[in-house]
């Protein structure tokens, strides 16, 4: 007994020691994102990948920075997103929360990360609100956002003389952020928005929609949804014959494993907008070969390498810092500007978005296509400043106008 | 409220029309659970991921052994509800005697490793497989566009949902099943091998899942999800109709995916929850369910 109080005392000593010897800076970085749900292809065990290989390659061990990843499934839920963050920022002492799809989520880790005065990057959302009247001095938005979207997909759709529009809405923040921006953008270009139908997330049958959707004679379909709600939608509208009626689907957020998923008999043709695919150039050719490598073959989705790109950011910050201080690791990443292979150079403006450009794409035909994960090609790109939404329009209180 | 009168009456036909379709699932899904209960009074848990993995193996028939669509309709269900005899004998077996509890937790458990074992495989943007050659295409009723494929489902629904409704409560076969379900010891007297016949209808009902789940492979996204997303409405409908009855299961199926097409129509955000006020009204009205006969 006495020998074990003896060797628990030496351990909690050796314990509370431990800071003191360590000289080097450590960092804690969480991904909490979906790592069983419908969102779990494009960001879940993907994003930590993504991560890992942001560490390796600003060569942390080198320059003294011990750098210590965790990751949790939040379940798409924002109750228990919000309990894991706040395990890990008051007890796990994490820095950083990375990641974070499903907007609901990300507005509450945005809050709590507020709060407790850390650092969220975020790259699986999509609510233009993180960086609008949610925005926060603690949050950056990397990837993409409703409003560059409803910029690319919307845009190009109305161009092309779709000018009536009817949504289809996944019914909660996200959905409904992405339905406003894509309507705003179809009225001030002179279209007309016939109606919409919010539907229960996650939806499995979308063909009551669909026939209201078709019944409503809109030009576009509008899908203001994600994931498996969009594929199953897409899958629908091919049987229902919405596209051969006429009419065209505006697929507002799709991801290149959504179109995997459907297979490009299904997908050609689907106009869409990311900020990234991997074979836009020979150095995110080359990083999606790593990331495929220890991902099973897969290539990675634009929230995975957002999660590297902003990690990798966020690192230089602390380097150039020389400390973990939220507040000025912050201003540090928006004062310096980013560069990084996959989403080259740009910034990160004052209200959090980081500013880079997008691409219109268009899903290659069957024929088209030289094997699995050659799917896209270009049809446009949107400079950053046409994709993002003015400062001059921000209602982010952050913005001074 | 007002969109009631918004809605013109062709727009309604189809509405109902779809929701017979949707209804189709619920029916065969809940009729093999009703079979499993009635028989074996276990909850079996595993049904959605039953449902998934016949979705899976018609795609893995299609794209491993270049398997037909028609083919993988006899082919899965066969496979899974092998893979659900192995279950019965090797797991249920040994809980028969014990609470319910113990069932719903073991099947429970079961499923989750099912559907992590396909999603460490397979992902969770799912799979594509695409709809028969013979049933593309559709027909245009005046008041709705029907995909030929969806017609094809209810019938095909209908069918067997009626097969199995004759087979237990008209043959001889389903009379042995039916004496087993009353009183195992004493049908065993009689010289009826009842393990053997709790076997097969453990999986028999299994089968009846990866059908459903052959159906769906088309029309819904093929992903390990796919069952759990669609387990809880099924039990849901299988506590309206009454725990273990036959023809409760199939007319609740069907009048549910009814209630749940009209829901879409006029309050559309409800239309995931109106199942489960209905169950609640029901179990608070007649706690045996529609069909249910009072324990």
């Known amino acids: 007994m006495k020998l074990r109080t003896l060797l628990a005392a030496t351990a909690l000593g050796a ?16 991904v909490l994102n979906d790592r069983s749900g419908l969102y779990s292809d494009i960001t879940g065990e ?17 320059k003294g920075l011990k750098v210590e990843i965790v990751s949790a499934d939040h379940q798409n839920k924002p109750d228990v997103g919000s309990t894991i963050a706040r395990q890990w920022y008051d007890q796990d002492g994490v820095d950083v929360i990375m990641d974070v799809p499903t907007s609901s989520v990300a507005l509450a880790i945005n809050q709590i990360t507020r709060e407790k005065n850390k650092i969220h990057i975020n790259s699986g959302a999509a609510s233009s609100d993180l960086t609008g009247k949610a925005c926060s001095p603690n949050t950056v938005h990397w990837t993409y956002d409703t409003y560059a979207l409803a910029q690319g997909t919307g845009g190009a759709m109305v161009k092309a003389g779709g000018d009536s529009w009817f949504f289809l809405t996944a019914d909660y923040a996200f959905g409904h952020a992405l339905e406003r921006d894509t309507a705003a953008v179809v009225t001030k270009a002179g279209g007309k928005v016939l109606g919409a139908v ?27 949804n994600a994931g498996g709600d969009t594929i199953n939608s897409i899958k629908q509208a091919g049987e229902f014959g919405i596209v051969a009626g006429g009419q065209k689907l505006g697929g507002l957020l799709v991801f290149i494993n959504d179109v995997h998923a459907l297979g490009l008999q299904t997908a050609q043709g689907l106009v869409l907008t990311e900020s990234f695919y991997w074979d836009l150039n020979d150095q995110t050719r080359a990083w999606s070969d790593r990331y495929a490598k220890l991902a099973g073959g897969k ?3 634009m929230i995975q390498a957002g999660v590297y790109a902003g990690l990798l950011h966020y690192l230089k910050a602390v380097e150039a810092t ?3 201080d939220p507040a000025a690791v912050m201003a540090k990443m928006k004062e310096m500007p980013t560069d990084d292979p996959l989403f080259g150079k740009g910034s990160v403006r004052a209200d959090g978005r980081k500013m880079h450009d997008m691409y219109l794409f268009e899903v290659k035909k069957p024929s088209e296509s030289k094997g699995p994960w050659d799917y896209y090609k270009q049809v446009a790109m949107l400079k950053a400043d046409e994709a993002f939404k003015p400062l001059s329009e921000s209602e982010c209180p952050l913005v001074k106008k | 409220m007002f969109e009631l009168l918004g809605v013109p009456p062709q727009a ?35 049904h959605g991921a039953q449902y998934m993995m016949g979705a899976f193996v018609a795609w893995m028939c299609l794209n491993y052994l270049g398997i037909n669509y028609w083919a993988a309709l006899l082919l899965a269900p066969i496979v899974v509800g092998a893979s659900g005899v192995v279950i019965e004998r090797f797991l249920l077996k040994r809980i028969a005697h014990v609470d319910h509890l113990y069932g719903l937790l073991l099947t429970f458990g079961l499923a989750l490793i099912i559907q992590g074992l396909f999603r460490n495989q397979y992902g969770s943007s799912g799979l594509p497989y695409q709809i028969p050659a013979e049933l593309r295409g559709g027909t245009n009723l005046g008041f709705m566009f029907l995909p030929t494929y969806r017609g094809w489902v209810v019938i095909a629904s209908l069918i067997v949902c009626l097969a199995t409704w004759f087979m237990i409560e008209k043959t001889k076969l389903g009379s042995y099943l039916r004496a087993a379900t009353e009183n195992p010891t004493l049908t065993q007297a009689f010289g009826i091998n009842v393990p053997l016949l709790v076997t097969l209808t453990y999986g028999f009902g299994v089968a009846l899942a990866a059908f ?3 159906l769906a492979a088309p029309i819904y996204s093929v992903n390990p999800n796919m069952g759990a997303d669609l387990i809880i409405v099924v039990f849901a409908v299988v506590v309206i109709g009454g725990m273990g009855s036959i023809m409760g299961a199939i007319v609740t199926g069907f009048s549910l995916g009814l209630v749940e097409g009209l829901t879409k129509v006029f309050y559309p955000e409800a239309s995931a929850t109106v199942i489960f006020i209905i169950m609640a009204i029901v179990l608070l009205v007649k706690p045996a369910g529609l069909f249910g006969r009072a324990a």
């Open chain 1, 198 to 224: 919010r539907t229960p997330f996650p939806g499995t049958d979308f063909s009551s929609f669909l026939l209201q959707a078709q019944a409503s004679k809109a030009k576009v379909v509008g899908l203001a």
């Open chain 2, 12 to 46: 309604l036909f189809g509405q109902l029309l779809l929701g017979l379709i949707n209804g189709s699932f619920y029916a065969i899904l809940s009729l093999g659970l009703a079979v499993i209960f009635g028989l074996l009074n276990i909850i079996n848990f595993t």
């Open chain 2, 212 to 214: 459903a789940g052959v």
């Open chain 1, 46 to 62: 993907g994003s930590v990948i993504a991560a890992r290989l942001a560490v390796e390659d600003f060569k942390a061990a080198e």
């Open chain 1, 322 to 324: 020389k400390g973990k």
């Open chain 1, 299 to 301: 290539k990675p989705s």
């Open chain 1, 15 to 30: 314990l509370m020691a431990a800071p003191a010897l360590a000289q080097q800076l450590s960092v804690k970085i969480g």
